[in-house]
């Protein structure tokens, strides 16, 4: 009997933990001084044979959060707000500078690069996915880094 239970725990514990919705490399901008904006990019991967959306996100310290896209109107690149985030079956959509990305305004405090910051995703499937942004600079990552 005792067994039994403890299996029952076991179950329900994995499926809770098992995202069908993969949320990676979470990170956010670097606020510049004197403005109370930012924007958070990510990688999205549903696991699923069913297309979702992604539909809302939700950020500490933020009080609003909007999902935005690039596209490009007479030679000019213009960000447009979005409803939802297509994700098809099986497939990955990474949020990128330039392309999508969920865009912060209103910040209660600057993010200074370092810091972390909790997010939720939140998907047309009912899923919700918590995970932590990295507060980084983007003159300061990538290929062009100085190793002082
Ligand atoms: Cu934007």
Redesign the pocket.
């Given at each position: 009997m005792k067994k039994c239970l403890i299996f029952v725990l076991f179950a329900l514990f994995t499926q809770a933990v098992v995202a069908e919705i993969q949320v990676t490399d979470v990170w956010v901008k670097e606020s510049i001084p004197g403005t109370n904006t930012s924007?958070l990019f990510a990688t999205l991967y549903n696991t699923t044979r069913k297309p979702t959306e992604l539909i809302k996100v939700m950020v500490e310290g933020v009080d609003k959060a909007?999902l935005?896209t690039?596209n490009e109107q007479d030679g000019m690149m213009q960000?447009r707000?979005v409803a939802a985030i297509d994700i098809g079956a099986r497939a990955t959509v990474t949020l990128a500078p330039g392309g999508f990305?969920?865009?912060l305004f209103q910040l209660k405090t600057p993010l200074k690069a370092g810091a972390e910051v909790a997010v939720e995703f939140r998907f047309s499937n009912g899923e919700h996915v918590a995970a932590v942004a990295k507060v980084v600079n983007p003159h300061q990552t990538g290929d062009h880094q100085h190793h002082h």
């Open positions: 924007a909007e935005h690039h960000m707000r990305h969920v865009m």
